[in-house]
């Protein structure tokens, strides 16, 4: 009986294992996109109210092409912080899970 719940177990955790590999690897191929996204954003965000009490445009505060690289770089920052968290992430997950196999198959 114990032979039949460690093949289950091994089972959902090399499901478990697939479906993170594949969570990282569509993550890295949205990373164009959301650059795209981003530069898009970084060209229209100078002209957007920050607030809606204030209702102020960033470009009367600086001027346009300082707060192109301001939101630019706060957008890479957070896009490739959140890139590296989450990979790092899963696999650290994923070495978790294949220590946790080569314990039930001994």
Do not use: A, C, H, W
């Amino acid at each position: 009986m114990s032979v039949s719940i460690n093949s289950d177990k091994i089972k959902s955790l090399r499901r478990e294992i697939v479906r993170l590999e594949k969570s990282n690897s569509k993550f890295k191929k949205k990373i164009p996109l959301s650059l795209v996204i981003g530069l898009i954003m970084s060209i229209v965000y100078p002209y957007m109210p920050r607030r809606m009490v204030t209702s102020e445009p960033l470009i009367e505060k600086m001027s346009y092409f300082n707060g192109v690289i301001y939101f630019l770089v706060i957008f890479l920052i957070i896009l490739f912080g959140s890139y590296f968290f989450i990979t790092n992430r899963n696999k650290k997950t994923i070495d978790k899970y294949y220590k946790q196999i080569r314990q039930l198959e001994d």
